[in-house]
């Protein structure tokens, strides 16, 4: 009987294509049956409108903020990350859970990496894995995603993996597989059965 103890990875994406792969190298090479995939979204949002004005006099309303609003929108979000970046997790049946936060648009990139290293620290992650982007006209990047990732690398007292590009082999194959089934424990685990 072995005795691993569990480890909890953290993969930090954004709302682009470039997250998926950083999520599929995690799944496919890091994670070891038992251990934890936590996928943590910083989703930037604009503020809720506090007052709506018109030109004629007495005609201004104040529109008080819906706390259930910002609930649905996070689990909303919550929901696009399932769907995005989850699939290879449970593919492969590994434990993953979303952290989502939202931000207001102006969110430096101190804040939005802060947000990524509080995940880290609450669910003790033993890794944080993020994508890099070269060619990108997200917000991430247009807020300077190299300015979040040199805040992370700041911030963190954890290690960091950048995934610059990662193509996992035997996309189809893996359904079949077991836990933490990178690429070549697939094809073992196919070539046996």
Avoid at 71 to 97: G, M, T
Wanted: aromatic residues 4%; hydrophobic residues 45%.
């Amino acid at each position: 009987m072995s005795n691993q103890t569990q480890r909890n990875i953290v993969v930090a994406v954004d709302a682009s294509d470039a997250g998926v792969p950083a999520v599929q190298y995690a799944v496919s090479e890091l994670v070891r049956p038992g251990d934890v995939l936590h996928v943590c979204h910083v989703a930037t949002v604009l503020p809720p409108a506090t007052s709506i004005s018109h030109l004629a006099p007495q005609t201004t309303y104040d529109v008080p903020a819906a706390d259930s609003d910002q609930q649905q929108l996070a689990e909303k979000v919550q929901a696009f990350i399932k769907a995005k970046f989850l699939r290879d997790a449970e593919v492969c049946e590994v434990p993953c859970f979303p952290h989502v936060y939202l931000e207001t648009v102006g969110a430096s990139a101190d804040d939005i990496a802060a947000l990524v290293v509080k995940t880290c620290e609450e669910v003790a992650a033993d890794m944080l894995v993020v994508a890099h982007q070269e060619k990108d006209h997200t917000l991430w990047a247009k807020l300077n995603q190299s300015s979040v990732l040199k805040s992370i690398m700041a911030q963190s007292r954890r290690p960091l993996m950048v995934v610059k590009h990662y193509s996992p082999g035997l996309t189809d194959d893996l359904a079949a597989a077991p836990a933490g089934c990178g690429a070549e424990s697939a094809a073992d685990w196919l070539a046996g059965r």
